[in-house]
């Protein structure tokens, strides 16, 4: 098993930490792992976005133009990342901020309204893990307990305190995604 | 089993540096290779192991910090990217023309000039062919993985003792920033003074009644002199061989060779695999070591394939080694993007289409 | 008594320290960096450091100085001497590390290094021999070449409007929190001799105090164009005003 990711937002949604939290879940089960974001002046505030790869095999290339799934939070890496779904992937999105709405045929498109209840539940930071459970409920190529795991490899212990509410953020996700074709 | 970790290249340096029993680490912030330095101070290796850190004044000032530590026999290293390595090439001189041992990382980025933070390859040519004044080299490691890059810092250490000389790791950007798991080995311990002494005598340690005092310098007045020494260097940038690496993935009944280092040789194994899924026999040969570069290991492959191509991050560097190596046995082509663009594997295999199968 | 009697080892009073080599020195006739290099060594054997002290050298007419001193010694590129002081002395604590810096080694090329090394404080001593011009390279101006002194690259007199103004960088370095002693000194007679040695005995003693910076402001017969005698005499009159001798930043409490 292969699974070729690309997560791509606005710096500060997260974008990079669902990505490394989703690698420590591969490691976790003892897959090998590739996280490789676009880094620099775009980190701030700009676009942000990084390629994870789980895979059962040695990983070669860490970058790709080519992705088994998108998860597309918004307009301009819509603009970007729509074609470059595979045949048959998986493109997943929150419509908030949405203007150009995907139209592909060819892929399987789901949307999440995450931002939406993020602000509902009162915590806009766990937007992210909204958006990862959303994922986990169309593809679970992680099992939960992993992901957990990865949660508490990835966070600094001084942050462990927030695992609990990242947890009912995926749970959450896990519930909402709605299938679009 | 050992516990895999997840991190970036410059933290994997960082975290094996310090287990490798490192003394002192001395550099400069510049992106994309910063988080060595974030991640050592954080790390608080002074309680760790003792090992010094400190952030200088600039590149020229940490090179030259490094050069008078590797003076005591001391592990000491450095890291910056490609514009402060341009900087600190007189100290690297310096330091081959002494024959003193240090790690030095290159995370490289786009040039000319400032040019981009970026990744990218425009580096090998300074870092294979000496890189300041003089005649030396380096003995240049390619990582591909974090892995390597963890596992490069202490092989890198060892190199450098082995032959009083300064090693080189060559990573790019893709390498420095990526992430992926890695896996430890055991914290080595430091070396103490009184090992110093006996195993390198060379060493400015203090001038004891036992011995003439030591004197490192890379200044030779007379000619003939400085001719020796030369030879003497010269001898030694040879026997760097015994130390060759290179990696050949399906290259047995390969019609087709990808030649390519660091992170392009990842890209390039994709590529690879995308040209044998299309029916091209395609294989791929990594060198690990820059120089010693694998020019008779090319040489071999020449004769037996259809044609080479050659992929870099940058304008064509390498492949003019690598045909040196051919020496026209067989047909060489040569991919390349530059200023922080990075090749995507299935433009790899058009190029191999258009420039060798096609033509 | 006869003369036999008299020159015997008991009845020695001064001699030259073993702790410079044998070789003869190769500086010119009459320059002041044979006499620091004596100060330098005698105090080295005085304070019986000889084995835990490493001695840097720069580039200039000193670049030969780990011909002379007999110490574990390491030449520098142009002007990184306090820098390779500083990874020196941060790895080794336990050791007495000094510089010995000609004025285009440390305030022109290596301004920064000596600027940051005192500013951090590094417990190293930094010898600052100042003549004012650059001696191996045939005489060029220096960055304390004072203002209408002639070098090869101002061979009509410095002028502050296109050449910029000789720089006092020992003042400045006694401006940073991170030395502890910083003096001017020089050795063209035997009183200025003796004073010379007690600060560098001083700098050494003190450098973990905080970086001890010992500038002598010396002659330099050959790039002057001038006698000894007639250097040492240029030097009293022209560059003692601009650099006048003395204690310049005394750690509370010391006096040298």
């Given at each position: 098993m292969?699974?070729?990711?690309?997560?791509a937002?606005?710096?500060?949604?997260?974008?990079?930490?669902?990505?490394?939290i989703?690698?420590?879940s591969?490691?976790?089960?003892?897959?090998?792992?590739?996280?490789?974001?676009?880094?620099g002046p775009e980190m701030r505030?700009?676009?942000?976005?990084?390629?994870?790869?789980l895979s059962?095999?040695?990983?070669?290339?860490p970058?790709?133009?080519?992705?088994d799934?998108?998860?597309i939070?918004?307009q301009q890496s819509?603009?970007?990342?729509?074609s470059?779904v595979?045949?048959?992937?998986?493109?997943?999105?929150?419509p908030?901020?949405i203007?150009k709405?995907p139209?592909?045929?060819?892929i399987?498109?789901?949307k999440?309204?995450?931002?939406?209840?993020a602000?509902?539940?009162?915590?806009?930071?766990?937007?992210?893990?909204?958006?990862l459970?959303?994922?986990l409920?169309v593809?679970?190529?992680?099992?939960?307990?992993n992901v957990?795991?990865g949660?508490q490899k990835?966070?600094p212990?001084?942050?462990h305190h927030?695992?609990?509410e990242?947890?009912?953020?995926?749970?959450?996700?896990?519930?909402?995604?709605?299938?679009i074709n | 089993m050992?516990e895999?970790?997840l991190?970036?290249?410059?933290e994997?340096?960082?975290?094996?540096?310090?287990?490798?029993?490192?003394d002192?680490y001395?550099?400069?912030?510049?992106?994309?290779?910063?988080e060595v330095l974030?991640?050592?101070m954080?790390?608080k290796?002074?309680?760790?192991?003792?090992?010094v850190v400190l952030?200088?004044?600039?590149?020229i000032?940490?090179i030259n910090?490094?050069y008078?530590?590797?003076?005591?026999?001391?592990?000491?290293?450095?890291?910056?990217?490609?514009p402060?390595i341009?900087?600190?090439?007189e100290g690297?001189?310096?330091?081959?023309?002494?024959?003193?041992?240090?790690?030095?990382?290159?995370?490289i980025?786009?040039?000319?000039?400032?040019?981009?933070i970026?990744?990218?390859q425009?580096?090998?040519?300074?870092a294979?062919?000496?890189?300041?004044?003089?005649?030396?080299?380096?003995?240049v490691?390619?990582?591909?993985?974090v892995q390597e890059?963890?596992d490069?810092a202490?092989?890198?250490?060892?190199l450098a003792f082995?032959?009083r000389?300064?090693?080189?790791?060559?990573?790019?950007?893709i390498i420095?920033q990526?992430?992926?798991?890695v896996q430890?080995f055991?914290q080595q311990?430091?070396?103490?003074?009184e090992e110093?002494?006996?195993?390198y005598?060379?060493t400015?340690?203090?001038k004891t009644p036992n011995?003439e005092?030591?004197i490192?310098t890379?200044?030779?007045?007379?000619?003939i002199?400085?001719?020796?020494?030369?030879r003497k260097l010269?001898?030694k940038f040879?026997r760097?061989?015994?130390d060759?690496m290179?990696?050949k993935?399906?290259?047995?009944?390969a019609?087709?060779?990808?030649?390519a280092?660091?992170?392009v040789?990842r890209?390039c194994?994709k590529?690879m695999e995308l040209?044998?899924?299309n029916g091209?026999?395609?294989?791929?040969?990594?060198?690990?070591?820059l120089?010693?570069?694998?020019?008779k290991?090319?040489?071999g492959l020449?004769?037996?394939?259809k044609g080479?191509?050659?992929?870099e991050?940058?304008?064509?560097?390498?492949v003019?080694d690598?045909?040196l190596?051919?020496?026209?046995k067989t047909p060489?082509?040569?991919?390349?993007?530059?200023?922080?663009?990075?090749?995507?594997p299935?433009?790899?295999v058009?190029a191999?289409?258009?420039?060798?199968i096609?033509? | 008594?006869?003369?036999?009697?008299?020159?015997?080892?008991k009845?020695?009073?001064?001699?030259?320290t073993?702790h410079?080599t044998d070789?003869?020195?190769s500086f010119?006739?009459g320059?002041?960096h044979?006499?620091?290099?004596?100060l330098l060594m005698e105090?080295?054997?005085?304070?019986n450091?000889q084995?835990k002290?490493?001695?840097?050298?720069?580039?200039g007419?000193?670049?030969?100085?780990?011909e002379?001193?007999?110490?574990?010694?390491i030449q520098?590129?142009?002007?990184?001497?306090?820098?390779?002081?500083?990874?020196?002395?941060?790895?080794n604590?336990?050791?007495?590390?000094?510089?010995?810096q000609?004025?285009?080694d440390l305030?022109?090329?290596?301004?920064?290094?000596?600027?940051?090394?005192?500013n951090?404080g590094e417990?190293i001593?930094?010898i600052?021999?100042?003549?004012g011009?650059?001696?191996?390279t045939?005489g060029?101006m220096?960055p304390t070449?004072?203002?209408g002194m002639?070098?090869s690259?101002?061979?009509?007199?410095?002028d502050?409007e296109?050449?910029?103004?000789p720089?006092?960088?020992?003042?400045?370095?006694a401006?940073l929190?991170?030395?502890y002693?910083?003096?001017r000194?020089a050795?063209?007679?035997?009183?200025h001799?003796?004073k010379?040695?007690?600060?560098?005995?001083f700098?050494?003693?003190n450098?973990?105090n905080g970086l001890?910076?010992?500038?002598?402001?010396s002659n330099?017969?050959?790039?002057?164009?001038?006698?000894p005698?007639?250097?040492n005499?240029?030097m009293?009159?022209n560059?003692?005003?601009?650099y006048?001798?003395?204690?310049?930043?005394?750690?509370?409490?010391?006096?040298?």
């Amino acid at each position: 098993m292969t699974e070729e990711i690309i997560i791509a937002g606005f710096g500060g949604q997260g974008v990079l930490s669902m990505g490394k939290i989703l690698a420590y879940s591969g490691i976790m089960q003892e897959q090998e792992v590739s996280w490789m974001p676009s880094y620099g002046p775009e980190m701030r505030g700009g676009t942000a976005n990084v390629t994870v790869i789980l895979s059962d095999e040695r990983i070669s290339s860490p970058i790709l133009s080519k992705f088994d799934t998108a998860i597309i939070l918004n307009q301009q890496s819509m603009d970007k990342f729509e074609s470059a779904v595979k045949a048959g992937g998986l493109l997943l999105y929150d419509p908030h901020g949405i203007t150009k709405h995907p139209t592909r045929k060819d892929i399987q498109i789901y949307k999440i309204d995450a931002s939406e209840e993020a602000a509902k539940m009162g915590n806009t930071k766990i937007f992210n893990m909204i958006v990862l459970g959303a994922y986990l409920k169309v593809k679970p190529i992680v099992k939960l307990e992993n992901v957990i795991k990865g949660l508490q490899k990835s966070l600094p212990s001084r942050h462990h305190h927030l695992i609990p509410e990242n947890e009912t953020g995926i749970k959450v996700g896990l519930e909402m995604a709605e299938k679009i074709n | 089993m050992k516990e895999y970790k997840l991190m970036k290249g410059n933290e994997a340096i960082a975290e094996a540096a310090i287990r490798a029993g490192a003394d002192g680490y001395f550099g400069y912030p510049i992106t994309p290779q910063s988080e060595v330095l974030e991640y050592l101070m954080a790390q608080k290796p002074h309680e760790r192991t003792g090992m010094v850190v400190l952030q200088a004044e600039s590149e020229i000032a940490a090179i030259n910090m490094v050069y008078g530590a590797a003076c005591t026999g001391k592990k000491v290293m450095t890291s910056s990217s490609s514009p402060g390595i341009s900087l600190k090439q007189e100290g690297i001189s310096y330091m081959a023309g002494s024959e003193l041992p240090c790690v030095i990382l290159n995370v490289i980025r786009g040039g000319p000039g400032l040019g981009t933070i970026q990744p990218s390859q425009g580096d090998y040519f300074q870092a294979v062919k000496g890189g300041g004044h003089g005649d030396y080299k380096l003995f240049v490691l390619a990582p591909s993985s974090v892995q390597e890059m963890a596992d490069f810092a202490k092989l890198g250490f060892e190199l450098a003792f082995k032959y009083r000389n300064p090693v080189l790791i060559l990573a790019d950007g893709i390498i420095g920033q990526m992430m992926e798991k890695v896996q430890f080995f055991d914290q080595q311990p430091r070396i103490t003074d009184e090992e110093i002494i006996k195993k390198y005598p060379w060493t400015t340690t203090g001038k004891t009644p036992n011995r003439e005092r030591n004197i490192i310098t890379s200044l030779y007045l007379e000619a003939i002199v400085e001719e020796q020494h030369n030879r003497k260097l010269q001898e030694k940038f040879k026997r760097m061989e015994e130390d060759l690496m290179f990696e050949k993935i399906e290259c047995d009944d390969a019609d087709y060779i990808l030649i390519a280092y660091g992170s392009v040789a990842r890209i390039c194994q994709k590529s690879m695999e995308l040209a044998r899924a299309n029916g091209i026999k395609a294989g791929l040969l990594r060198p690990i070591t820059l120089y010693p570069f694998p020019s008779k290991q090319i040489s071999g492959l020449a004769g037996k394939v259809k044609g080479i191509l050659t992929v870099e991050m940058n304008a064509g560097q390498m492949v003019e080694d690598v045909k040196l190596a051919v020496m026209g046995k067989t047909p060489v082509a040569f991919h390349g993007r530059m200023g922080g663009m990075i090749p995507s594997p299935e433009e790899i295999v058009s190029a191999l289409k258009n420039k060798l199968i096609g033509g | 008594m006869d003369i036999k009697d008299i020159i015997q080892e008991k009845n020695i009073v001064y001699k030259r320290t073993d702790h410079l080599t044998d070789k003869a020195l190769s500086f010119c006739p009459g320059c002041g960096h044979g006499t620091v290099h004596r100060l330098l060594m005698e105090v080295v054997e005085e304070m019986n450091i000889q084995s835990k002290t490493i001695g840097i050298a720069p580039v200039g007419c000193s670049v030969l100085a780990y011909e002379f001193m007999n110490v574990d010694m390491i030449q520098a590129a142009h002007g990184r001497a306090p820098a390779l002081a500083t990874g020196i002395k941060r790895l080794n604590p336990d050791k007495y590390v000094f510089t010995y810096q000609g004025d285009g080694d440390l305030a022109a090329i290596g301004t920064a290094e000596t600027i940051h090394a005192s500013n951090r404080g590094e417990k190293i001593t930094i010898i600052f021999i100042n003549n004012g011009i650059y001696g191996m390279t045939g005489g060029q101006m220096a960055p304390t070449t004072l203002i209408g002194m002639k070098a090869s690259t101002c061979p009509y007199g410095r002028d502050a409007e296109r050449m910029g103004n000789p720089l006092k960088i020992t003042e400045l370095v006694a401006q940073l929190p991170g030395t502890y002693f910083v003096t001017r000194q020089a050795v063209h007679t035997p009183n200025h001799v003796r004073k010379a040695k007690k600060a560098i005995r001083f700098a050494m003693e003190n450098q973990n105090n905080g970086l001890c910076f010992v500038e002598i402001v010396s002659n330099c017969p050959s790039g002057w164009k001038m006698t000894p005698n007639q250097s040492n005499t240029w030097m009293a009159e022209n560059m003692f005003p601009f650099y006048p001798l003395g204690d310049i930043k005394v750690p509370e409490k010391k006096v040298v």
